[in-house]
């Protein structure tokens, strides 16, 4: 068995292969001057874990290749991209979690990802296997004189598992999404007053969820803010408006790789690969 390493994983699938007790398959990746991609893998094993996170249309296009050179696949995708377009919204759109399931699954045997956007997302799979990194985010705050919010009720779930892992108090927020870009979270009593308090929530895009939540924590009289998340996708400078808004920090897990990744889904990962 071997682990393939995917441009938009690289050092998870490392740490993948290590806790396997496996190494790397070797595979070179290039990008034409048009932007169209290449792929060559080196080297020939009985079975194949692919790691790759979809975070970008190249990411995804990787994937497609790779399918035309790799058999008996078992497929990690850490952060699975296009997960938020779960149902038609407006009609005549495309679903485009259920195309993208139609395709890994028609390639791989089996399909692993981290905290799925959503139970419809996930419902347009057969072979996927969704883990939970939440616990994970609450190991890291266990012991801390913390409160997590939840920045949203469809979060709240996620973040009551992060909050009884780490012992510490939780509450939420009603946000309204507006549009791609824009939120509205309603004002609401809630004890933060002279407390740390963690935003958490499973994706952090444009951050602007993670901005309206920490003016309205911040108004309550809290003594600092800081966001975790399980997927930093942090797309249009979102990092520089969260630390605009004063959040003290940033804490992600390693599905989509950057400076934030501090905490490693490697190990419930490679369990579940076992
Ligand atoms: C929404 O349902 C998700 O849980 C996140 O709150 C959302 O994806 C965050 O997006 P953004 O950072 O763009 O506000």
Known sequence: MKVVPCPSSPLLAKRIAEELGTTLTTVNYKKFPDGELYVRVDGKSDEYI???SINSSDDLAVLLLLSDVLEDVKLVVPYMGYARQDKVFIEGESVSIRALAKL???WASEIITVNIHSKEAESHFRKLKNLDAMPLIGERYSNKDVVMVSPDRGS???VKVAAEVSGCEYDYLEKTRIDATTVEIKPKEMDVEGKNVVIVDDIISTGGTVVEATKKLM?????SVEAACVHAVLADFAAIKLFC???????ATDTVEGVFS?????????KNLR
């Open 50 to 52: 692919v790691v790759g």
């Open 219 to 223: 108004q309550l009289g809290a003594k």
């Open 245 to 251: 808004a004063g959040i003290r920090d940033i804490i």
């Open 262 to 270: 501090k905490i490693s889904v490697a190990g419930i990962i490679a």
């Open 156 to 158: 709240l779930e996620r």
């Open 104 to 106: 890994l699954e028609s």
